[in-house]
């Protein structure tokens, strides 16, 4: 009877588990790896949305989480729980971002302070470029200029603030002092 039935029934694909799809993507089956993207990324999407409020930077981080999840899923200890271990890989990209987006908004509030209180915008255009260059620098390199060369930090506070050594610390002011250099026409503090 089940032979007689086989050919009546639509042949459907069973989906795997968590468990088999992440051993099938351990054992380098990129096919697998779509399907537990396809399987958990709006979930972790929504709870990225929650987490940002909007939707401004939620493409980049579900797709720099699973990127990450990519390179370290040998490290997952428990299979089943893969959704959930997406999620916290996505929590703290999240945590990050926002972190960031504090930062920039503080920095934003500083140079607004430091910009003239006058009724001319043009005069307020060096703190704008000022802003704008350094959206452009790297953070490992925005984070020690800012703090030495706008907070006034000694170079070995910046690095100790910084989790860095000396040495990286003037290296990594020098690099972002050039890339200011380099957008603002050498016109930096």
């Given at each position: 009877m089940v032979a007689a039935l086989a050919h009546a029934?639509?042949?459907?694909r069973v989906a795997d588990d968590d468990e088999v799809l992440v051993g099938r993507v351990l054992r380098g089956d990129a096919l697998a790896f779509r399907d537990l993207y396809g399987r958990h990324?709006?979930?972790v999407a929504g709870v990225v949305y929650r987490l940002m409020g909007d939707d401004a930077e939620l493409e980049d981080i579900v797709q720099d989480a699973f990127v990450r999840a990519a390179e370290r899923l040998p490290t997952l200890r428990d299979p089943a729980q893969v959704r959930?271990?997406?999620?916290t890989i996505a929590v703290r990209l999240t945590q990050s971002r926002l972190a960031r987006?504090?930062?920039?908004s503080w920095i934003r509030q500083q140079l607004l302070r430091a910009a003239p209180t006058v009724s001319d915008p043009k005069d307020r255009a060096p703190a704008d470029e000022l802003y704008s260059a350094l959206d452009q620098v790297p953070d490992?390199?925005?984070?020690?200029?800012?703090?030495h060369r706008v907070e006034g930090f000694r170079l070995e506070d910046v690095a100790a603030s910084?989790?860095?050594?000396l040495a990286t610390v003037k290296?990594?002011?020098?690099?972002?002092?050039t890339r200011l250099d380099r957008r603002l026409g050498g016109a930096t503090p």
């Amino acid at each position: 009877m089940v032979a007689a039935l086989a050919h009546a029934l639509p042949l459907t694909r069973v989906a795997d588990d968590d468990e088999v799809l992440v051993g099938r993507v351990l054992r380098g089956d990129a096919l697998a790896f779509r399907d537990l993207y396809g399987r958990h990324s709006r979930y972790v999407a929504g709870v990225v949305y929650r987490l940002m409020g909007d939707d401004a930077e939620l493409e980049d981080i579900v797709q720099d989480a699973f990127v990450r999840a990519a390179e370290r899923l040998p490290t997952l200890r428990d299979p089943a729980q893969v959704r959930a271990w997406l999620v916290t890989i996505a929590v703290r990209l999240t945590q990050s971002r926002l972190a960031r987006r504090r930062r920039r908004s503080w920095i934003r509030q500083q140079l607004l302070r430091a910009a003239p209180t006058v009724s001319d915008p043009k005069d307020r255009a060096p703190a704008d470029e000022l802003y704008s260059a350094l959206d452009q620098v790297p953070d490992r390199l925005r984070v020690p200029w800012m703090l030495h060369r706008v907070e006034g930090f000694r170079l070995e506070d910046v690095a100790a603030s910084c989790g860095v050594s000396l040495a990286t610390v003037k290296r990594r002011i020098a690099d972002a002092q050039t890339r200011l250099d380099r957008r603002l026409g050498g016109a930096t503090p």
